[in-house]
DNA sequence: CCTTTGCCAGAATACGTATTCTCTCCACGT
DNA sequence: ACGTGGAGAGAATACGTATTCTGGCAAAGG
C-alpha cells in the first residue's frame, strides 16, 4: 500500500496541491470549510509526507552525520564509544533529529564518508569524535562553512567548534592522587602518539610530576594503542625495570585492565605494591578484582552539549561560545 | 562554497543538463568531444551529486535504519548491542550503504519512529534488534511489503525475515554443562517475561533439565531485566532460600556478574560451591574474578547476514530463506 | 457606478536528477 | 532524389513539497 501523495490527497478533496500543502503546515490564509475538506481525506486515507521530497525543497534533511574515527572493530569493544553513541541517539533524537552513524579508521575511507554525509547533502551537519592531530579535513570542512562540531580538540585553529573532557585537568588529579598514596614511581600506559586524548592525559601527568618535584623519566611512559592487550604487554615491560613503577596511569579501562592483569600474573599486591588508575570508568570497574579505580568521563554532557552545539549551528548559523571543557571526576576503588 | 549542480556543470561546458546526466551515469549513447568537455569542466570545479534529488528521483535512499528496543541507557551499559551496531555499521558500509540507528523503549516513541524513519521513506529497509513477543507493529509492516528483518523472533506469523541465535541450543549446552559439573539445583536467572530471548533461553534450560531428569523449580527461576543489580538482587535472594541452588545460569553477563558478586558476598567459593554462567561472552567475561564462563554469541555473524539479507531485500524483493539461525558456543572458564 | 482593497485558492515554479520525448542531421539504400 | 534509419543532443517531464505569482470575487470607499 503506497504512501499517498499531497496530489492525490488534492485531487481526492478536490482542490488544489498547494491548498492541501497549506492545510498540512497550518496556513491560516485557508477556508474552513477546504480544511475540513481537505483533513477529514487526510483522516480517511493518511497521509506521511516524504521526507526525501521535504529535504530537496526545504534544503534541511533533519539527520546528523557521526563519524568515530575508530575501526569498527575498536569500536565494539569500547564502552566509551557505544555510551557516546547512545547518548547522542538519545539527545539528537529528543530535538528531533536522526542520526547516521559511520565508523573508519583509515584516513582514506574516513574521507569517503565525509564526502558522501557532507558534500551530498545527505545531512545537516557532523559530529566528530576524537579526529586526530594532523586531520586534513578540518581545513575543508571550516572553509565550506559546513556545520561540524567536534568532540574532542583540534589545535591548528581554534575556530573549531568543540567540546571536550578536562583531560589535562583530570590526568593531573588522577596522578597526583597516587602522589598522595605515597607512589613516586608512576608510569604512564598510553594510546598511540598523536591522538589528543593520549597526548594531553599526558600533559596532565607531566604536570603532577612536576608539581611534586618528582623527575619524568620517559622509561615509565609506553605509547600504543586502545586495547587490553597492549596494557598488558606494556605493564610487563615495565614491571621487569630494574626500577620498577610502584603505581600506573592508564590512558583507559581497557588498558588499566590489561595493566592489571599483568600485575597480579607477578603476585604483586595491588594497591599494596603497585596501584592501577583508569579512565572513563566504564562499568565493568565495579567487577574487576580488585575494583578499579578510574577517572569518571561525564559522557552524557559531552553527547548533549555536542549535539545541542550541532543544531544550534545548524538552526541560527550563529553560536557564541566555541570551546567547551567538562570536568571529569576521580572515582577512587580498591586499586589505588 | 556551495556544491555545483548538474545544471551549472551545464552551463559552463554549454551542453544540455540531461547530457551531464549522460555523462555522469555513463552513458555511451554521448560524443566523445562533448564528454570530455564536461568531464574538464567537472575535474576543473568538482561535481558531488545530491543525495536528497537523486533519492526523490529513484526512490533510493542508500540508507538502512536500525531500531534497537531498548533505552539509551540500556544500550549504553550492553556491550552486545554495541558491539552488533559496530559490525551493522560495517557491513552496511561495505555494501556501500549508511546506516540511520534509533533506539526506544517506550511502545509509544518506537512507533514514532517506525513512521518517522519508514513512511516518509528516510531509509529503505529496517533492521528490528530484539522486538517483544507482542508487538504491534510487525503485520503493519507486513502488510505494507516495506522490506525489513529482524534480529531475534517473531512467533505468530513466519512470513518475516530473520535472524537469531541458537538461544534454545545454547541455553540447552549451558545448562548441560552445569550438570555434566555435577550440579542439581540450577537457577535461571532472566531478563523481562515476554522477551523471546529470555523465553527462549528459559526453554533451553527447562529441556537440559528434563532430559538429565532434573525437576524443574519455578522457585530457581527469577524474571527481571537486564541489569548487574537485578543479577546481585535475584542471586542474594535464591541464596537465602532453605535449599539454595549450586549453580546458576544467567541470560546475559551484566547479570552474571551480579550473581557473582552476591555469591562472592556470601563468601562461597565459585565455581566449587556456586557455579555461574553468562551470555554474550562480553570482553569483560575475562577480568572479573574468577573469569566467567560464557555463550558466545557470534555477533558479526548476526550482523551479517541481517545486513545482507535486508540488502537483497531491498534490491531484488525476493529471498528463498526467511529464518536463519547462528550457533552459539560455549566458552569455558573458571567460574564453573 | 467604478475603482481600490483584501481574501482566498488555483496555477506556476523551484529544488536537482534521471529518463523519455522530440528534433535535427547525416548516411545509406532503392 | 527521396524515404528510411539511426545516432546524438536538447527539450520536456516526473519525483513530492513549499512558496510565489496571479486572478477572481466581494466588500468597501469615492
Redesign the pocket.
Known amino acids: 500500500m503506497?504512501e499517498l501523495?499531497?496530489?492525490q490527497i488534492?485531487k481526492l478533496s478536490?482542490?488544489?496541491?498547494?491548498?492541501v500543502?497549506?492545510v498540512?503546515?497550518g496556513d491560516?490564509?485557508?477556508?474552513e470549510?477546504?480544511?475540513q475538506r481537505v483533513l477529514s481525506v487526510i483522516e480517511k486515507h493518511g497521509?506521511?509526507?516524504?521526507a526525501?521530497?521535504?529535504s530537496?525543497?526545504?534544503?534541511r534533511t533533519g539527520t546528523l552525520g557521526l563519524v568515530v574515527h575508530r575501526s569498527p572493530k575498536q569500536l565494539a569493544r569500547d564502552p566509551f564509544f557505544s555510551a557516546l553513541i547512545a547518548a547522542i541517539i538519545e539527545f539528537a533524537g529528543k530535538a528531533g533529529y536522526h542520526l547516521c552513524v559511520d565508523a573508519a579508521r583509515a584516513v582514506q575511507s574516513r574521507q569517503a564518508i565525509y564526502e558522501e554525509l557532507l558534500r551530498t547533502r545527505r545531512v545537516d551537519g557532523l559530529i566528530l569524535v576524537e579526529p586526530q592531530t594532523q586531520d586534513e579535513r578540518m581545513p575543508r570542512l571550516l572553509e565550506e562553512g559546513f556545520p561540524f562540531v567536534l568532540i574532542g580538540r583540534y589545535e591548528p585553529t581554534d575556530a573549531v567548534y568543540s567540546v571536550d573532557n578536562d583531560n589535562i585537568g583530570a590526568a593531573r588529579t588522577a596522578t597526583e592522587h597516587l602522589i598522595r598514596k605515597a607512589h613516586y614511581r608512576i608510569a604512564y600506559v598510553s594510546g598511540p602518539r598523536g591522538v589528543f586524548v593520549c597526548e594531553d592525559r599526558y600533559q596532565g601527568y607531566r604536570q603532577a610530576l612536576e608539581r611534586a618535584g618528582i623527575e619524568p623519566s620517559s622509561d615509565l611512559v609506553a605509547w600504543g594503542d586502545f586495547s587490553e592487550e597492549h596494557g598488558y604487554r606494556a605493564m610487563s615491560r615495565l614491571l621487569s625495570l630494574p626500577n620498577p613503577p610502584t603505581a600506573v596511569l592508564a590512558v583507559d579501562d581497557l588498558v588499566a585492565v590489561g595493566a592489571l592483569r599483568a600485575v597480579k600474573e607477578r603476585c604483586r599486591a595491588v594497591p599494596q605494591q603497585v596501584a592501577v588508575i583508569g579512565f572513563n570508568d566504564s562499568p565493568f570497574c565495579n567487577y574487576v578484582e580488585p575494583p578499579l579505580s578510574s577517572i569518571a568521563v561525564d559522557i552524557r554532557a559531552l553527547a548533549q552539549i555536542a549535539t545541542d552545539l550541532l543544531i544550534r549551528l545548524i538552526e541560527e548559523r550563529e553560536v557564541h561560545q566555541r570551546r567547551y571543557i567538562v570536568p571529569c571526576q576521580l572515582v577512587e576503588r580498591s586499586s589505588t
Open positions: 503506497p501523495t499531497q496530489n488534492a478536490q482542490v488544489s496541491q498547494a491548498t500543502s497549506r498540512l503546515r491560516p490564509r485557508v477556508n470549510e477546504l480544511r497521509y506521511v509526507p516524504d526525501r521530497a521535504q530537496l525543497r526545504s534544503q
